[in-house]
């Protein structure tokens, strides 16, 4: 019985997925990876508690810090301990010596990752309203900013392992990707000059997107000023930004993606 | 393309070079090498002959720098899919997830592989039935061992390549993967094996091919490699002197010293007269400095990558 599903979907569906599976179970596997993925990037939705109910100014950074973090902890962070991991244990260099291809590989990799971020980035939604958030603006956009952040930040963490030696040394390869995710924060408090090339960070698309989707923010604006509609035409520019990320990470990795430990 | 007298594996005119300019360093110089189905080639050389860097090309992990390979007379680059459908590959060094049980491994294994055997089947090939819950963490390294063969065997591949399969096994495995693989080899699988232990290759082979600084210097069955080499004739004299002869016809010498030492009448001690071994035969190459321009190294392939990139 088994065997007529299998025969009946695509070879490369039937390996991505049974690939992703055994890295799903690997990294459930890992009680403190888990906890990391799940509970860490949900914590800043305490920021709510402290301001007024439906204060947009904490409203803004509960969200935008759930969804970086998210893109940080369970994507970018254990895509890319994941990856030096079996590659470290010689499953990647294996696994290409058979029917596998390098994409479906590397897929089963971000797999999990995304997933667990999608869990966060969905159950943020009844808390954050729960704890006196607005109701979102832009539901979807938001949903959609969870998925887009979450593949940006697989992709850069393969970027990340195509240099990174060991599984030890991503704890300092991780530095510029993290900081790159973090400057979009801090960034409202900076003069108009520097701001303007922090934008162009994946961070500062992501702080974009998630206030303009849910709080109708335009910009460093505080006041609530776009509508449904104006929500879509707002998030132009910060996908392109998330786009333009992805494309470079994925061209520098396919050009220096290593498959065996560095000796 | 393809039909049932192509070989199995064909290899003409390999070549590896790491690096370029200056520091290029030339692995492989131009290797043929041909396996037949329902055979086993072992493949014998020492430490930075490149027999992993041949085999590495074979396998699909890297391109040739010049040359050819053909598996079942296809090209292993542009038809990938149908080339990997039939091969297996068991690596110099087995690469788990400890964390996963040999049962989750296969499993995983099994949905990789076009048309899998069942994964009981294959647990009971290289009986592993008792270990199946077990995580591969706690298996012990023979058992890792044939838990990497499980997985070469999950597509039923006609041509097997096996990178020193036995290594670091207790003799009891040894023996039980030499089973296996003859098994395999019987019911019409190719398998291209390479190993250090040369009475692996005198106990499974069909042909032995011996590589030595990046080419084959000596390619046949065991009774035509071993045949190529002098047998010796040793003894010492009674004033302690002791002779070594190489010849190609042992009786013949050895009737001219025993002729000689009861004319004289001395008393040879230590006398030893035996025909080329594999392992002489080996040593004997191994012994042969390199037919090279650029100073010979000890270093092994990975060593040789790290220092070029």
């Known amino acids: 019985m088994t065997t007529m599903t299998f025969s009946s979907t695509s070879p490369a569906l039937r390996r991505t997925t049974g690939l992703t599976k055994a890295n799903g179970r690997l990294m459930l596997r890992n009680r403190l990876n888990l906890a990391y993925g799940f509970v860490l990037p949900l914590l800043p939705l305490a920021f709510l508690l402290v301001g007024d109910r439906g204060d947009v100014g904490s409203a803004g950074m509960a969200l935008v810090s759930v969804i970086v973090m998210a893109a940080l902890f369970p994507v970018y962070y254990n895509v890319l301990s994941m990856t030096v991991t079996r590659r470290d244990e010689l499953v990647l260099k294996r696994i290409r010596t058979g029917e596998t291809r390098d994409l479906e590989l590397l897929t089963s990799l971000a797999l999990p990752g995304v997933a667990v971020a999608m869990i966060v980035g969905l159950g943020a939604i009844p808390l954050a309203l729960a704890l006196g958030a607005p ?105 392109l930004v998330l786009a333009a990320w992805a494309a470079l990470a994925a061209w520098l990795a396919a050009r220096s993606m290593r498959w065996e430990p560095r000796s | 393309m393809d039909n049932h007298t192509t070989p199995a594996l064909e290899i003409r005119g390999l070549r590896r070079t790491y690096g370029t300019g200056e520091s290029a360093y030339e692995a492989v110089r131009g290797v043929d090498l041909t396996v037949e189905r329902g055979t086993l080639l072992a493949l014998l050389g020492t430490n930075g002959a490149g027999k992993t860097s041949t085999m590495e090309v074979v396998e699909g992990l890297a391109a040739a720098s010049g040359g050819s390979v053909r598996v079942f007379g296809l090209d292993p680059v542009a038809d990938r899919a149908e080339a990997r459908r039939r091969t297996g590959v068991v690596l110099q060094v087995s690469g788990f997830s400890g964390d996963l049980t040999v049962a989750e491994t296969l499993e995983m294994e099994a949905a990789t592989v076009t048309d899998p055997r069942p994964v009981s089947e294959v647990v009971a090939l290289v009986d592993l039935e008792h270990r199946v819950d077990t995580k591969v963490l706690s298996l012990s390294g023979g058992e890792r061992r044939r838990l990497d063969l499980a997985c070469a065997l999950l597509g039923k591949p006609e041509l097997l390549m096996l990178d020193e399969p036995t290594t670091g096994l207790d003799p009891e495995s040894r023996r039980r993967v030499w089973e296996l693989v003859r098994n395999l080899r019987d019911e019409g699988a190719a398998v291209l094996l ?16 011996i590589m030595h600084a990046g080419r084959i210097v000596r390619e046949g ?81 990975d060593d040789l990558e790290g220092a070029v990139r």
């Open chain 1, 135 to 239: 109701v979102p603006v832009n539901p979807v956009m938001f949903v959609l900013t969870v998925l887009v952040s979450a593949l940006v930040f697989a992709v850069l963490a393969f970027w990340t392992a195509a240099w990174t030696k060991n599984a030890e040394a991503a704890q300092i390869t991780s530095m510029p990707v993290i900081l790159l995710a973090v400057v979009g924060q801090v960034a409202i408090s900076f003069p108009e000059e520097v701001r303007r090339w922090i934008d162009l960070t994946p961070g500062a698309a992501i702080t974009d997107l998630v206030r303009s989707s849910w709080l109708g923010l335009d910009g460093p604006s505080t006041d609530p000023s776009l509508s449904f509609g104006e929500t879509w035409a707002a998030a132009g520019q910060p996908l």
């Open chain 2, 194 to 209: 390479t190993t250090h232990y040369l009475d692996e290759a005198e106990e499974l082979a069909d042909q032995i091919a």
């Open chain 2, 221 to 301: 069955t065991l009774a035509e490699v071993v045949g190529q080499q002098p047998s010796t004739v040793r003894y010492t004299t009674p004033d302690g002197e002791t002779t070594t002869l190489e010849t190609e016809d042992l009786q013949t010498t050895l009737t001219e010293v025993l002729t000689w030492a009861a004319e004289h009448g001395v008393r040879l001690s230590g006398l030893d007269a035996r025909h080329a071994s594999l392992e002489s035969t080996f040593l004997a190459i191994a012994g042969t400095p390199r037919s090279d321009d650029t100073p010979a190294t000890d270093a092994s392939t």
